[in-house]
Every structure is written in structure tokens, then in C-alpha cells.
């Protein structure tokens, strides 16, 4: 076996086999496969307006890239692992499609600005994908948050029956997360789009190159200003995996309470045979099994982000080999994250809320107790304080004779404090509890109506732009 025909010029003999196995990555940067080519594509062009090659050399290299996409996109490109990576891959067969002109095309740039442009564009690629995927999610939460916007169930704090809210209340929390998720990696995008294309190997060339072209062609805002931090960056990526995380912990947060809701001593919520799966042995059962792969699968997105800072942080200036590492975590979180997304958006637009379970549900544990507070307060001018005082001594009351807040007689509150009387009924029942929660953000039918209308508006816009 010979050396190297990319970069064997001064060596004598082929890397050990366990060489190649480590250094090898095309098993999984085949992905970049598009990217790469794609800045290949633009690297040419702009070497030819700057007359560093030649226009028909140019030309034969644009169409032969062209050819090898064609080549990948059907299945009849072999990848091999003795060229190590995607793009000496490509440049291979580049050159076996169109001879020595393929020589050409690394003038003026290294592996190194070509690896970190190729991650750039996938990863600022994925991150658009996301955001329609995370757009599409909060339209179906807002849309069963809007059919449900008066569906009472219990609030919880510290899963304990703390307040009566409203289910559509509930969803359009996940809406805001994720409109804050979505920005986020916006965010995250504004910084990346800069493009590494020219840093070459890690000081710039000495080739007349336009970078302000090649950034431009590939839809960056601008080239990077610096060669050294181009080749040595990661952050676009490791901000990704920090937006994508703190999404995939929210899915995660919202895919546990779909696990509590649906199990039968809940039961505050169905997901169909489409989003369930039975047991081998038990045959009442339905687990929801997507639910607890949408919570499980964070660990490996979180687990990406933590593994890449610990991959950088021991980095000198600029490339090295370790940053290779950066692909599978990368490739692996954001398309976990996708299949979450969309699974989750499945779940959501399946799924029914007992809502006569969820009422029954929202008044046990003494859920109005605040109300009555409120009510005191309000009616009889009581500092909140004593309410507070006054309200647990009757819930303690209600709980000795194992009644509801509401069937507790006038005679035993008002052995409590003499001054309540008949009104406070009115507010003790949940449906009423939940109408007067008026106040900004509150859990109000209302107040929910108007935000789910609100998001869904702005939604229709944003597709329409
Ligand atoms: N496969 C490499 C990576 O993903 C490409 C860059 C290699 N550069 C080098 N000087 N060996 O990081």
C-alpha cells in the first residue's frame, strides 16, 4: 500500500491500519457531502474572477463537482476510508473525472477554512429547518390551546394541586419556551453567518483571493476577520448545541408531564393508538413511549454540547485534530432534536384532555384555598396575612370532615370568622376561580383566548414572509 495521494509527498509508507481507523472521518462527515461541494463550488468561482486559475479550468471543475453530487445524491459514489474525510473524498473523484484542472481547486485554501465553512453552512442549514419545525410545534399548541382555553385543570407547584388553571393556559407556556427557544438560535445564527473561506490553513494566503466574494456567494453577511480564530472556532456550533439543549430540556419538561397525565391515576389526558404502544405481557397497557423518548433523548443533546466544551477547551491556537470530534455530537443532537420536535407536534395535535377528570381534579387538594383568601381580603378588608391565617384554619376544618372547600356549611366557616357570608360561595368553584385570574398572563379564559389568537396571527405572518 502506497502513501497518501492527498498529502503522501514525504511520506514513504502507509499509515498503520489503526491509524487510519482514528484518523479517518468520512463515516460520518459524508453528511457535509452538499456543503462541500457547495463552497468548493464558490471557491472556484471566485479563483477564476481573480484570474488565480484559469476560466476553462474553472469551468471543469464547477461541472465535474457538479457531477460528483449527482454521483452521492444517487448512491453511486464510493466513499473511501483511505481519503479520510468528505472533502478529499470529493476532490478524489474530482480528479478522476476531470484529470489534472482538479489540482487546482485547493489553491488559495486548506482543509481547515474548508471543514469549518463546510460546518457552517450545515449547521446554519439545520438551524433554519429547526426553527420551521419549531414554529410548526407552537402553532399546534396554540390551536389546542384555543380549543381548550376554558378546560379547567389543576395547576400544580412542587406536583402538588396548588391553583385551578385552564389546559389551553397550560400548552401556551410551551409556546412562549419556544418562541424564546427559536430565538435563541437565531441568535446563535446572527453570529455564525461569517464566512472562514480564504483563512486557508491558519495565516491567510498570499493568493489575491476575495473573500468578501466567496462570503457573499454562500450567503454569509461577511467573511471572518481574523484567520486564526476562523480555522480554531467553534462557538456557531457550541451555541447551537446550547440553544438546541435548553429546547430538548423543555421538550423533555413537557414530555414528562405527558407521561403523569396519561398514566390511569391521572388520567387527565389521552394520546391515540398513533402515538402509543401496547405491552407484550400486559395487555391493558399503553405506554407512551414517544413521550419518554423525546425525555430521554435531551441526555444525548446535552451530552453533545458537554462533550464539544470539553473537546475545546484545551485547544491551543488554532486547528487541531481534536475538532474533528466536533461532527458526530453536532450531526447527532440537532437531528435528535428534530425527530423530537416533530414527535412531540405529533403528540400534541393527537391529544384529547379528559375534561371532566381534569375539573373533578383541579378542585381536590383545596385548590380555591387562595380564592378564599382573595375573597377575604377583597370583601371584609382583611390584610393578606390573616386571610392567609384565617383561610388555613378553615381548610383544616374542610379536611376533618373530608369535604371540598365548597361543601363546607356557612356555620362552620363563619366558626372560623364570623364575618363570612353566603357570596363567598361564588368564588370557591374552579371555573370560577380560574375566570377571575384576569390580571396580565394570568390563567383567565380569556387572557387565554387572546394570547393563543395573538401567537397563531403572528405565526400566519411569519409563513407568509
Ligand atoms: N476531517 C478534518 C476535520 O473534520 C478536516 C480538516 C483536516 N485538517 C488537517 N489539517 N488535517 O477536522
Known sequence: MSSNSMWGGRFQSAPAAIMEEINASIGFDKALWRQDIQGSKAHVAMLAKQGIVTE????????????????IEKGDFTFSRSLEDIHMNVESRLAKLIGAAAGRLHTARSRNDQVATDMRLYVRDTVDAL?????DLQQALAEKALDHADAVMPGFTHLQSAQPVTFGHHLMAYVEMLGRDRSRFKDARRRMNECPLGAAALAGTSFPIDREATAKALGFDRPTANSLDSVSDRDFALESLSAASICAMHLSRFAEEIVIWTTPQFALVNLSDA????????????????????????????????????????????YAKDMQED????????TSLSLCIAAMAGMVRDMQPNTQTM????????????????????????PF??????????????????????KLSLADMQSVEPKITEAVFEVLGVTKSVKSR????????TNVKAQAKRWLKQLAKEKQA
Open 385 to 406: 396575612r390573616d386571610a392567609h391565617h384565617v383561610t388555613g384554619k378553615i381548610v383544616g376544618l374542610a379536611a376533618a370532615q373530608k369535604k371540598d372547600l365548597e
Open 56 to 71: 476553462a479550468d474553472a469551468k471543469a471543475i464547477s461541472q465535474g463537482l457538479d457531477q460528483v453530487a449527482q454521483e
Open 275 to 318: 402515538f402509543t404502544t401496547g405491552s407484550s405481557i400486559m395487555p391493558q397497557k399503553r405506554n407512551p413511549d414517544a413521550a419518554e423518548l423525546v425525555r430521554a433523548k435531551s441526555g444525548r443533546i446535552i451530552g453533545a454540547l458537554t462533550g464539544l466544551l470539553i473537546v475545546m477547551k484545551g485547544l491551543p491556537l488554532s
Open 438 to 445: 384576569t390580571s396580565y398572563g394570568g390563567t383567565a379564559p
Open 359 to 382: 375539573k373533578k381534579a383541579a378542585g381536590t387538594g383545596y385548590a380555591t384555598a387562595t380564592d378564599l383568601a382573595d375573597w377575604l381580603v377583597r370583601t371584609l378588608k382583611m
Open 131 to 135: 426553527d420551521l419545525q419549531l414554529a
Open 327 to 334: 461532527k458526530e455530537g453536532v450531526f447527532d443532537a440537532l
